[in-house]
């Protein structure tokens, strides 16, 4: 095992500072073959004050976690005639609480992505050292403890009348039976509402990933829900007592995000005039939510990865360790995130960590028979926050959800949501709702009048068809894009967003015309 700094170790040890008492609750097994390695890990952990067993045979640690309880396991992953991975299938299905750690000289290899799809916590790739090694058995700890905390207030709670299996159902919920979803939660609550098949096999992948540590990469158009699921996620997860922290990757320039993040020292840059904790330290025994994760810059990503791996934040203008986190990480992305990775705009190796469990949310189009049961329930909701109290909710007529079941829904729930609030503000008391209630919205870009096509024919028809097709296309391609990061306020990640087109297509087409994107700070109407 590769030396550490004494520094270093010390400062990890204040960092994960843990009783005496709790730490030698801890029942650790280490399983490696190499016994210079396996002995060097349980001397550091013993010396730590952990209750630690190792074995370098497979067959005898399968019967170990198939007859005695462990809290962490750390395994290596090539073993035989039992394989690394046989041993944590075993170990999940006689514990499902304990957190498996592969250990391995080749953690980018497909066999180390399968364990980590398959349960395991985290990967520990070797060489590692003494601080590395104590840093992760940290945070397993930290996580231990964080779900022993969670069970005795689950426990309490059931045994106060609470749900009888202990688990945190947000008020609105209409029940296992019956899943449902509405983009409207206040506090604790989450309503969720559905019925379609594909709906119903996200909700409940969501369900059995929410009560483990595995990271979660939620996908779908925008407006189908990513962040309810998140929320809905971390509600009934063991880490529901602490925060869930949610991050926009998109929403700020890229020094303002890292700073956001992993927090900074004071003079680290011009108005840094103290320090800051950054977001994931915020997050600390909760759930950060990484929203919009393909628009993250790749630098950044590189940044993450190393906390996803060994748990450590250091702040920007920081030279030292600055932070050990246990953080449990969901992300969102409207991108198709193997996509993503091929353009080369989400590094695959981080794309691997934060995917352990994908879940991809149906838009609202594959969704037609939950558009009645979403549009009644926006209308109630609205209707009683807008209206006076026994004002009479209006009903919906079969030929309104005709045409609410016709439309494209481009914008998902959140544009079927805000079509039944504009609804519930103008609509009649007591009325029967048809089409002609609804409001409509002209998406067509400002400017397209017929004027214009008087103005293309005196200008282009004298041309011949290829320079007149031309120049069409590069005054649509000029307007276009001046029009498109005004829009977006000049911030070029939620330009591309909305033009459906990378970051790097987008600057070469900005290039093109000689645009700069600091020139359009306004927005359009």
């Not at 969501?206 to 990469?217: E, H, I, N, P, Y």
Request: with cysteine; hydrophobic share 40%.
């Amino acid at each position: 095992m590769p030396e550490a700094s004494r520094a270093d170790t010390v400062a990890v040890r204040d960092a994960m500072a843990v009783a005496p008492e709790v730490r030698s609750s801890l029942r650790i097994l280490i399983v490696d073959d190499d016994r210079t390695l396996r002995e060097g890990c349980a001397s550091v952990l013993q010396g730590d004050g952990y209750t630690v067993t190792a074995t370098g045979r497979a067959e005898e640690a399968l019967d170990l976690v198939r007859r005695r309880r462990f809290d962490i396991v750390l395994c290596d992953l090539y073993l035989t005639p039992v394989s690394g991975t046989e041993i944590l299938k075993a170990t999940l299905e006689a514990n499902k609480e304990t957190i498996f750690v592969v250990m391995t000289g080749n953690p980018s290899v497909t066999s180390s992505i399968e364990a980590l799809r398959a349960g395991a916590w985290d990967y520990l790739p070797k060489p590692f050292s003494a601080s590395h090694l104590q840093i992760l058995v940290g945070r397993a700890s930290h996580a231990v403890l964080v779900a022993r905390e969670t069970e005795a207030v689950r426990s309490g709670a059931s045994g106060n009348g609470g749900a009888g299996n202990g688990a945190v159902v947000p008020s609105g919920m209409t029940g296992a039976g019956t899943p449902s979803f509405a983009h409207a939660h206040t506090g604790d609550r989450i309503t969720l509402l559905g019925q379609s098949p594909a709906f119903r096999r996200a909700i409940d992948l969501a369900r059995k990933v929410a009560g483990t540590d595995a990271s979660v990469l939620i996908s779908g158009e925008s407006g189908t829900g990513k962040e309810l699921i998140a929320q809905f996620i971390h509600s009934h997860s063991r880490r529901s007592s602490r925060k869930l922290v949610a991050v926009n990757c998109a929403a700020l320039p890229e020094q303002l995000l890292e700073s956001e993040m992993f927090g900074h020292k004071k003079g680290a840059f011009t108005g840094a005039d103290r320090d800051k904790a950054g977001l994931l330290e915020v997050a600390n025994g909760g759930t950060l939510f990484l929203d919009e994760l393909t628009e993250m810059p790749l630098a950044l990503q590189a940044k993450l990865l190393r906390v996803l791996q060994d748990g450590v934040v250091r702040r920007v203008g920081s030279e030292q360790q600055d932070a050990v986190v246990d953080v449990r990480f969901v992300s969102a992305t409207n991108r198709d995130p193997q996509e993503a990775v091929a353009q080369g705009i989400l590094r695959e190796d981080l794309y691997y960590r934060l995917r352990v469990v994908p879940i991809k949310l149906p838009p609202l189009r594959q969704r037609t028979d939950d558009i009645a049961l979403l549009a009644e329930h926006f209308l109630k909701h609205f209707w009683e926050r807008h209206r006076q109290p026994g004002e009479t909710l209006p009903l919906m007529s079969e030929t309104a959800l005709d045409y609410l079941r016709a439309r494209p829904w481009r914008g998902n729930v959140r544009e079927l949501q805000n079509m039944i609030e504009h609804t519930a503000v103008v609509a009649d008391a007591g009325k029967p709702l048809h089409p002609d209630d609804f409001p409509t919205y002209d998406d067509a870009p400002a400017g397209g009048t017929p004027q214009d096509a008087t103005v293309f024919a005196g200008s282009y028809m004298n041309d011949a068809y290829h320079v007149a097709k031309d120049k069409l296309v590069a005054q649509f391609e000029n307007e276009y894009l001046t029009r498109l990061v005004a829009r977006a306020g000049g911030n070029m990640s939620r330009a591309a967003r909305l033009a459906g087109i990378d970051r790097t297509t987008l600057y070469r087409l900005m290039e093109k015309h000689g645009l700069r994107r600091d020139e359009y700070s306004g927005t359009l109407n």
